[in-house]
């Protein structure tokens, strides 16, 4: 299965494919599953791969590769598109490239294909997770910036990007930055559609990459809201598809990449039977107007005395 792919405006030209698998899951995934299920997903064709410091599953994922290669179902750590994002805890400009350094050697890889700020927050140094609202410290997004693009410079990473940022501190960066983010990973599906954001992101060269496409759904703060909906019950009935793959499908068809989380090998499969039919203008009309909600407040970096003290602050008024 042929999984197409996108460019991305920074880092030299990278082609990234549209659709991958993530590892985040809760409570955190035992290694063997993670193994099992990335071993799965190379053999039905995915390519690209989403983990992240906090998620601990850095190490499974690259032993996961790593056996893959033994296997000769990949011939080259080149077949693979592996991100990865530095928690917030090492946001902190002195921090970032031995967090990166540090996430390589979980992986056992030379170089990640993208690394992510995964949060435009910042927790006090060797904060452990999970943490407490009082960890939460201001953010010195410029020094923060200049050593992922340090992190770049060095061939440690092939792109850079961010994850969870509002059009407003996309801004921030922009307005210094050497090297723009690449990607913006945030929650988006038919019930989330981020069109706002969308627009910005598009307007100044920055690929959306989706997750949650599905809407989160077991997560602990996920809903059911996209799996649920009427809309997309009829859309998926008169197509003869399944809501996940109409979902899928509407996502994919916003021109952003999608970062899909399953461990079950025929839902693997299901998603990647997206490309070969479309949504007609009358079925993305209904989805249009479903009812928005964001999943994924973020919460837990709300505080009286902290640098958020609202869910306005956080996400610049634009939940």
């Known amino acids: 299965m042929s999984i197409p792919q996108v460019t991305l405006s920074s ?12 590892t985040a899951a809760d409570p955190f995934p035992a290694p063997e599953t993670v193994i099992e ?3 799965e997903a190379i053999e039905l064709g995915y390519r690209m791969f989403d983990t992240a410091s906090v998620y601990q599953t850095e190490e499974a994922l690259g032993e996961a590769i790593s056996q893959a290669l033994s296997l000769g179902i990949i011939k080259s750590r080149d077949e693979v598109f592996i991100t990865s994002k530095i928690w917030c805890s090492d946001n902190h400009g002195d ?3 031995s967090a990166l350094q540090k996430t390589l050697q979980n992986l056992k890889m030379e170089y990640l294909d993208q690394y992510l700020i995964h949060f435009p927050v910042s927790l006090k140094p060797g904060t452990p997770f999970p943490f407490n609202p009082e960890d939460v410290v201001s953010m010195d997004i410029k020094s923060v910036w200049t050593a992922m693009e340090e992190c770049q410079i060095l061939g440690l990473t092939k792109t850079i990007g961010v994850s969870n940022f509002s059009c407003k501190k996309l801004s921030d960066i922009l307005a210094f930055a050497k090297i723009p983010p690449a990607v913006n990973q945030v929650e988006m599906n038919p019930s989330w559609q981020q069109g706002k954001l969308m627009e910005y992101c598009h307007a100044n060269g920055i690929m959306i990459a989706a997750y949650s496409p599905l809407g ?11 799996l649920e909906s009427k809309v997309l ?13 109409v979902a899928l499908r509407w996502v994919y068809e916003q021109g952003v990449v999608i970062v899909m989380k399953s461990f ?3 839902r693997l499969k299901q998603n990647l039977e997206i490309f070969d039919w479309e949504l007609t203008n009358e079925e993305s009309k209904k989805i249009a107007d479903i009812p928005q909600s964001k999943a994924g407040l973020a919460l837990w970096f709300i505080s009286e005395n902290g640098p958020f003290k609202s869910l306005e602050e956080l996400w610049d008024g634009e939940i």
């Not at 880092?11 to 993530?22: C, W």
């Not at 009935?237 to 996940?244: R, T």
Request: glycine share 18%.
């Open 11 to 22: 880092g030299n030209a990278r082609t990234m494919p549209v659709l991958g698998l993530g």
């Open 37 to 39: 299920a990335v071993l």
């Open 95 to 97: 921090r970032v490239i």
């Open 216 to 226: 989160g759904p077991g997560a602990f703060w996920g809903s059911k809201g996209v």
């Open 233 to 245: 019950m009829e859309i998926a009935e008169s197509k003869g598809k399944s809501v996940a793959q």
């Open 264 to 266: 079950n090998k025929e």
